[in-house]
């Protein structure tokens, strides 16, 4: 399998596809996006939010290096209809980034970031390339977890951007905020949508979804 190759196609397609409407990808049950804003005009980010907590350090290093193997065997208990279950390899890097109570169990949350090297790129111009497996995670009698999936991309992919942050929303709920980026290949402009992603029923879902593209004039130049 061609997992680089599958996943950068996907990323392209799915950086196109937050300018429109987006399909939920954490629940099955369907969730109504937020109105398009009108290409050019950015609808205004919601602030990052970053938590302390005793499991991980600020750039999401964690504290007890041995749970790494446990947050490696959950990732692999999801499905990833975009790339497929993560290689059969050791994960390169295990990131944890403390969040809030998303799920209001009483027991904080955190994004979990797993990254796999790239089984079939050996030691070819890619290496550099990694595949990444994001999921809300939370912690129960000492254990995590998994709320939910978040994405998967590749990452060094210099023509795909991707940012996953905690948020709180104007109804004062925390939230998951995704924001992708790309450029489209027909004139070079920055695509950039967003999909926010809350406790509903029971499940993390969709909330909203939108188009923060910047004005651009055809020749690929972007007009701030």
Known sequence: ?????????????????????????????????????????????????HFECADALDDGTLVDGSQAASLAKVTRTLTWPEL??????????????CGPDVDGDGERDAIVRLAFDNPETLQSALDAEQLSYIWLASKHGGGWHALGRLTADVTGDRDIEQSVTFVRRPSGQYAIEIERSSYASETGCRITGYEVFAWRAGALATVEAGDRSPACAPCGCDNH
């Open 1 to 49: 399998m061609d997992y680089a190759g599958n996943m950068r196609r996907v990323a392209s397609a799915v950086a196109l596809a937050l300018v429109g409407a987006l399909t939920p990808s954490a629940s099955s049950a369907p969730a109504r996006p937020a109105a398009r804003p009108a290409h050019g005009k950015s609808t205004r980010r919601a602030t990052p939010l």
């Open 84 to 97: 497929g279950p993560p290689p059969a390899l050791p994960p390169r890097d295990v990131r944890l980034y």
